[in-house]
């Protein structure tokens, strides 16, 4: 394949187009896990808030209701505060996931936007985040958070990846 033809011939937009379709999938699968993970600790297990169910020595599910954002920052704030904000960076990101031309940031916009939304349907719907996952080892223990946040700090971490080392790959004469 010619250079021309990778770079900017009909199989470039295919491939483009492919990336796209990538940060969706990964969206949507992000999104359905969490909603799934979330209602099987509402309504499956019907943990109560504060209750924990020891699954391993150093892992719990532990219901909580953050009514913050990440690490509890900014309680006390509207829920529409941040549902708004919220939805303003997943606009924003959609229009980066469809601009992109990096894989690596179409997968990374996916998670983050899926995560972010599936955290404005609980604001939505309960005035608060459903958060359930426990990591912890004697007396250290780390916040309870849920899928919507680990796909949100991996998406940036993976954006931050390709930012750092692989962008400046594609720049280096």
């Given amino acids: 394949m010619s250079r021309k033809n990778w770079l900017g011939g009909a199989g470039f937009s295919s491939y483009r187009l492919t990336q796209k379709l990538v940060g969706l999938v990964v969206l949507f699968?992000?999104?359905?896990?969490?909603?799934?993970?979330?209602?099987w600790i509402?309504?499956?297990?019907?943990?109560?808030?504060?209750?924990?169910?020891?699954?391993?020595?150093?892992?719990?599910l532990t219901m909580?209701?953050?009514h913050a954002v990440t690490f509890g920052m900014l309680g006390g704030h509207?829920?529409?505060?941040?549902?708004?904000?919220?939805?303003?960076?997943?606009?924003?990101?959609?229009?980066?996931?469809?601009?992109?031309?990096?894989?690596?940031?179409s997968i990374a916009c996916g998670g983050i936007i899926g995560g972010a939304i599936g955290n404005v349907i609980d604001r939505f719907n309960y005035g608060a985040v459903v958060d359930f996952l426990h990591f912890h080892v004697g007396n250290w223990s780390w916040y309870v958070f849920n899928i919507a946040d680990s796909a949100i700090v991996c998406g940036v971490g993976l954006w931050v990846i390709d930012t750092l080392f692989l962008d400046s790959e594609a720049k280096a004469p």
């Fill in 64 to 66: 909580v209701w953050n």
């Fill in 78 to 105: 509207t829920r529409w505060l941040f549902i708004v904000v919220s939805l303003l960076a997943v606009m924003a990101l959609l229009f980066v996931l469809m601009k992109s031309r990096r894989w690596l940031v």
């Fill in 42 to 60: 509402l309504y499956g297990l019907k943990l109560p808030s504060r209750e924990s169910i020891p699954v391993t020595s150093w892992f719990s």
């Fill in 29 to 39: 699968l992000v999104l359905l896990a969490d909603q799934v993970s979330k209602y």
